[in-house]
């Protein structure tokens, strides 16, 4: 959740930090600023909305100087408005601050300061901040020593950009559970949330730690921990290219995503297997072992990456006869969850910054658990502290409903059961054979799938009046109908609910009319006829029913009014399949209705805060 970039070094800071919030638009935000620093004044522009607007704000009153910082923010404290927006002065604005995060106990500084006279403009806890710097400043404090003395008293999470008038050759940068790197250029150095802010000048950069604050000016960079020492960090290297954080022709993320999917799943599958078939995952130390000592595990997700971790769940208890709790990030530390060191934590997250997840990692660890992060963000918090780190391999995902990330964590679900099975001796060499050959041939089964959009845009067509839509299937089935759901209500903005079939005479079907759209997913063929049942209930009360099945299952067609067929696989195979036609159905009801298919309203692509 929001965007922080920051600029220092020769070029003119504000297209530098333009470019940066625009490459950060898919964190989610509701309003835009920029601070710059020039003959020893902190002038600021900003506003409620698009980056747009800044721009246009901009061309009316332009900002120069080569050292600035920028942000997008998401509306915590206070509403969307101008005087909420970011950058934030102090009074006498000899210091700016962006600030993405929460602090906890900001009210307790805002009287305090209050009491010495300070006034303040905004509704937000980041204001209070800039105030407590400018306080300790003007106390007679070095620029650097007010930082840390701040950091020192609030509570809660943060990355934060500082300026200061009285330095126009440096900033300052620090972070604690907010995600924040220090890009490396010539002559040039940059702070940003998220690496493809700072892509087109820099692939360098400084990861900070918790409680790390960067000095940085345009030729040098320091680092210093919470005690004041100063840190010797090997410069990390980011393998994305710019192109990858493009639309490259597409008219969305989204779509492009989608369509990246075949490549994703096959970087995936690549060099996983060795010749007998053996699944070998780098950064995997779980060996037969490891697992004897394991009697319990936690998968732990939020949002897309839960569902990934509900199939995970699935197939880890039917095909390794492990027990499994599948928990959601933001549920799981409250209730006081039976974790040891015979533990395994599995927690599941594109970024490898959710807060919820980050929290729940760290809780496991501090009760002795091992942790296994799948991540898609080389080098996030989740890949660094894990015990042991699968990466997804997705590349970007800029779009903030999750398409091509969801489906490397399915296959990374895949990969991991296998590999569980094989290490406990689960499952022998010939069905790791027949799974394998079924799995090379998902990335040209997605393809063909793919290749039906006109199918899925007459499906939208006929159903874009549609005001109440239920997701309805059993076992995996049902799990990838959650997703469906999911992204209907992410994009479209429509009233969508999954539910077990089995569960629909238990309530939910008192909500069936005659204008209700039920989607049923029926590619587990061994609950085909359990789920037909369910499906014909709902028809004989006036709902229409779009099915999912597997090719060559005509059977279905006497129950639906219509059916998508997605190619013939292996059972385990079948949710990554099935999903892909909710992807596109979602995306292009989404866009029948007039949306802004990559920034959903109210929505934030790295959800950093609880």
Not at 341 to 355: C, N, P
Not at 356 to 363: E, H, I, S
Not at 470 to 486: A, P
Request: glycine fraction near 8%; charged fraction near 25%.
């Amino acid at each position: 959740m929001c965007g922080v970039v920051g600029y220092i070094g020769g070029r003119d800071a504000v297209p530098v930090l333009i470019n940066g919030l625009t490459k950060l638009e898919y964190r989610g935000y509701d309003s835009a600023g920029v601070a710059v620093l020039n003959d020893g004044r902190i002038n600021i522009c900003k506003t409620k909305g698009r980056i747009q607007n800044l721009q246009d704000k901009l061309l009316v009153n332009p900002l120069q100087g080569h050292v600035g910082i920028g942000h997008t923010r998401w509306a915590t404290h206070g509403v969307p408005s101008d005087e909420n927006a970011h950058p934030h002065p102090s009074g006498d604005r000899k210091i700016a601050v962006v600030h993405n995060g929460i602090i906890e106990n900001y009210m307790e500084f805002k009287e305090e300061l209050e009491a010495k006279g300070y006034k303040f403009l905004s509704e937000t806890d980041t204001e209070t901040v800039a105030n407590l710097i400018d306080d300790y400043y003007r106390s007679g404090m070095d620029i650097l020593d007010a930082v840390f003395k701040v950091l020192d008293r609030i509570e809660g999470s943060y990355a934060l950009g500082v300026l200061c008038s009285d330095f126009p050759d440096q900033l300052i940068a620090a972070r604690k559970d907010s995600p924040l790197v220090v890009g490396i250029g010539d002559g040039e150095n940059f702070i940003a949330s998220d690496m493809p802010a700072i892509l087109n000048y820099t692939k360098n950069v400084y990861l900070l730690d918790d409680k790390e604050v960067a000095l940085i000016k345009a030729d040098s960079v320091k680092i210093f921990d919470a005690d004041r020492n100063e840190v010797k960090k090997d410069v990390f290297t980011f393998d994305w290219d710019i192109e990858a954080a493009e639309k490259n022709g597409y008219d969305h993320f989204m779509l492009k995503e989608i369509f990246e999917q075949p490549k994703v799943v096959k970087d995936n599958l690549s060099r996983r297997f060795d010749s007998n078939g053996k699944v070998t995952l780098d950064g995997i130390k779980l060996g037969k072992e490891e697992l004897a000592n394991i009697n319990r595990i936690y998968i732990c997700a939020c949002g897309t990456a839960y569902y990934a971790g509900l199939i995970g769940k699935y197939l880890i208890e039917r095909m390794v006869r492990i027990p499994v709790n599948s928990e959601m990030a933001s549920e799981f530390r409250y209730k006081e969850p039976l974790i040891d060191d015979k533990t395994l934590m599995i927690v599941v997250s594109q970024s490898g910054e959710t807060a919820d997840t980050l929290a729940a990692m760290r809780l496991a660890k501090e009760k002795g658990a091992r942790v296994m992060g799948i991540v898609n963000a080389v080098g996030s918090s989740i890949a660094r502290e894990a015990d042991d780190v699968l990466y997804t391999l997705a590349g970007p995902e800029i779009a903030v409903a999750s398409t091509k990330a969801f489906s490397a964590q399915v296959v990374a679900m895949y990969l991991l059961t296998i590999h569980l099975a094989q290490e406990l001796g689960k499952m022998d060499e010939k069905t790791t054979m027949e799974i394998k050959g079924y799995m090379e041939e998902l990335p040209s089964l997605v393809n063909n799938i793919l290749a039906k959009v006109p199918v899925i845009q007459r499906l939208t067509q006929k159903y874009i009046g549609s005001k109440n839509v239920f997701y309805i299937g059993r076992g995996l089935d049902y799990i990838v109908g959650m997703e469906g759901s999911l992204k209907l209500k992410e994009i479209a903005y429509l009233h969508s609910e999954p539910y077990a079939a089995g569960e629909l005479k238990h309530g939910p079907i008192a909500l069936i009319e005659d204008t209700t759209l039920v989607v049923g997913i029926v590619t587990q063929e061994e609950l085909f006829e359990k789920t037909v049942s369910n499906i014909r209930e709902v028809k004989a009360r006036g709902a229409r029913v779009l099915a999912i099945a597997m090719e060559g299952n005509k059977e279905i067609e006497k129950y639906a009014d219509d059916v998508f067929y997605i190619p013939r696989t292996h059972w385990m195979l079948a949710p990554l399949l099935a999903n892909i036609p909710q992807q596109l159905f979602a995306y292009y009801m989404a866009l029948g209705l007039g949306n802004d298919v990559d920034k959903p309203r109210n929505l934030a692509k790295s959800v950093t805060v609880e």
